[in-house]
């Protein structure tokens, strides 16, 4: 069979490991770059002037002069089905997840609704430049079945699994011990394998799952070492007292998700605002990542997680917007709200390692850092070409950028699905403004 190839030329730029560990030695940058794909692979990454001789016979190369392409955006934690809760006005977590989020949930019940969201939400994804993603579903085992199904015609590198809640929600809302094990594992036994998918055993929150479905949730996990654990962990003030309440005894927020064989290399806790010191130890030791979703946490009001209190505790720490609570899907925009939260700390984010938490780190926390995340050689070719110019102020502010750095961190705070000319997955032009 023959090759498929295109090539691009554009400036160039990719992380190959966490700048704020390895220093500014990770950071590719090709200012006159190209970009040559083989198969949907990277075949070659570089400066132009370096692999333009080597280029094989026939392959056209397409110039996008002033473009940057980056790795595709990976968002480390998203709801599908809150994209109609987007832009809710006043409410905190438990008050909003009663008010808003609870009753928009209950539609995913039917499946033509959930496939209509699903294709509204990759879609979405796709003009944000995020190719790959860690996504909550509904308690309803056909949410998940939607959004795998939209995804596997798109060819995403997608994670998502079917929240478990038994308890603390409305009716049509829970789950039991039984029928939540018996959906996981027949959404496991579908999905498992089709196209770039993967699954992710999904318990809401302590405050909504009973000692007994935590624990099957932990027996799931261990079955199947192939699955993520993806859950949301001390966010809100008001939440820590109700698992206070809940799980008397078990000494702390963390202690409650070990307890029950949760906290894992393969677990994802979103939020992570108010985790205590200890707590941030045991995570870290466990090899698990907080998901950092700065948007989610201004709009609710839930406090500052400190980028620097966990790098400096070595805590793995990825990006996501957090749609529906987070009020954007463009991760470029999470970076700047990454930098606002921490200017409120004093501890400005520097732009490539937003870049690094939106990329590389989302692909490292997924498990899917073999596969994507940057453009070493052999991985899978999902990236985006960034527009520097795609707004006025944009253009006239990026061209005025003292460095790499400024430009980024321009890119950063002006930019959104704006800024995202085209996505491509494994290759292939899957969104163009
Ligand atoms: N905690 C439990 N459920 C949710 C949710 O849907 N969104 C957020 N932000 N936090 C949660
Ligand atoms: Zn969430």
Known sequence: MSTNRQAYRASLLHLLD???VAGDGAVVWHEDGLLLVEDGHVAAAGSFEDLAPALPDGVAVEHLPGKILTPGFVDAHIHYPQTDVVA?????????LTEHTFPVEQAFEDRAHADAAAAFFLDELLRNGTTSALVFGTVHRTSVDALFEAALARNMRLIGGKVLMDRNAPAAL??????GRADTEALIRAWR????????VTPRFAVTSSDAQLAMAGELAAAHPDILIHTHMSENLEEIRAVEGLFPGHGSYLGVYERFGLVTDRSVFAHCVHTTADDLRKLTEAGATAAFCPSSNLMLGSGLFSLRKACGCGTRVALGTDVGAGASFSLLHAIGEAYRVGQLQHEPLDPLEGLYLATLAGARALKIDHRVGNFEVGKEAD??????????LLARRTAAAQSLRDRLFALSILGDDRAIQRTYLMGRLAHAR
Request: aromatic share 12%; proline share 8%; with cysteine.
């Open 174 to 179: 829970c789950d039991t011990v039984e029928s």
């Open 383 to 392: 990236f985006v070409v960034l527009d520097p110019a795609a707004t006025p």
């Open 193 to 200: 394998g089709q196209g770039r998918l993967g699954y992710a």
């Open 88 to 96: 809710a006005w006043g409410a905190q977590l438990l008050d909003w």
């Open 18 to 20: 966490d700048p704020a």
